[in-house]
């Protein structure tokens, strides 16, 4: 074989794979993981304060 003929080959799988990787990523079903994985950085967030709360922590810091 050529190096042509090996670099055209190299080509279609490379951009077989790059493909396959955009519809992998893009996919319905990956929607879910992708949107758990970007809140992943709350979850050592405390849980919402109740109003009197919030109020009553914004007076000490005056």
């Known amino acids: 074989m050529e190096f042509a003929t090996l670099h055209s080959i190299l080509t279609v799988i490379l951009f077989v794979g790059f493909v396959g990787l955009i519809i992998w990523a893009y996919g ?15 979850d ?4 919402q304060t109740k109003p009197e709360q919030k109020q ?6 005056e």
């Not at 319905?28 to 709350?42: I, Q, S």
């Not at 050592?44 to 849980?47: A, G, H, N, T, V």
């Open 44 to 47: 050592d967030e405390p849980e």
């Open 28 to 42: 319905k079903g990956r929607k879910k993981d992708f949107d758990e994985a970007a809140n992943l950085v709350f």
């Open 56 to 61: 009553k922590q914004e007076s000490d810091h």
